[in-house]
């Protein structure tokens, strides 16, 4: 099987979601490390990016091989006002 080179996040923000796990995490301008033979996407949770804003600021990793899907956003900006939207057409359908 051939690898393929990790995805580029250079100044992106990017929202993951874990296998077997209902929730998302947000990670700004991440980027992928080597911790104990596993690699993990590090990098920063932006305000407005968890409840309360309780961990904004804080470093987060997430194991790479337990990414299930990612969507990749130019910003922290870009990422709420999507999920404005969703929020808005969740609530208008039901």
Known sequence: MKKTPFPDFTDKFVSVSIVSD??????DRPRFELQGDRWFLVGTVPRGCSNGDWCEG???AVAWDQVATYLVFDSAKCYQEGL??????KKSKG
């Open 22 to 27: 209902d929730h998302t995490y947000a990670i």
């Open 58 to 60: 804080a470093t987060s």
């Open 84 to 89: 404005k939207n969703f929020k808005k057409y």
